[in-house]
C-alpha cells in the first residue's frame, strides 16, 4: 500500500489549498482514507476522513465548515479542499488509510499560514 501526498505549501490566512493523496496497492472495497496533522509540540491529530464503503464522511470541529473532503475513485485519490485557512492550521498533513485491521501512512505534506 501506498500514499503519496501533494498540494501542501505556504498561504496566507484567509487562503486556500487543496491537498491530494494518491493511494495504490490495496483493492479491498471497505476502507477509510483521510487526514491526520501535526504540529510542532502537538500530537497527530485526526482531519477527516472518508468511508469507501458509504461515502460518509468525517470531520473534526475546528475544520468543519472550512475543510472538504472528496475522492475520485477512478484515478484512486482522495482531496482535502482548504478553506479559510487560519494560522493554526499549520501543521505536516499525513494522508491515512485503514484497511481491514492495518493503517498505512503517507509521508506527509507541510502547511503553512501565515498571520
Known amino acids: 500500500v501506498q500514499l503519496v501526498e501533494s498540494g501542501g505549501g505556504l498561504v496566507q490566512a484567509g487562503g486556500s489549498l487543496r491537498l491530494s493523496c494518491a493511494a495504490s496497492g490495496f483493492t479491498f472495497d471497505d476502507y477509510a482514507i483521510g487526514w491526520f496533522r501535526q504540529a510542532p509540540g502537538k500530537e497527530r491529530e485526526g482531519v477527516s476522513c472518508i468511508s469507501s464503503s458509504d461515502g460518509s464522511t468525517y470531520y473534526a470541529d475546528s475544520v468543519k465548515g472550512r475543510f472538504t473532503i472528496s475522492s475520485d475513485n477512478a484515478k484512486n485519490t482522495v482531496y482535502l479542499q482548504m478553506n479559510s485557512l487560519k494560522p493554526e492550521d499549520t501543521a505536516v498533513y499525513y494522508c491515512?488509510?485503514?484497511?481491514?485491521?492495518?493503517?498505512?501512512w503517507g509521508q506527509g505534506t507541510q502547511v503553512t499560514v501565515s498571520s
Open positions: 491515512h488509510a485503514a484497511i481491514l485491521w492495518s493503517h498505512y
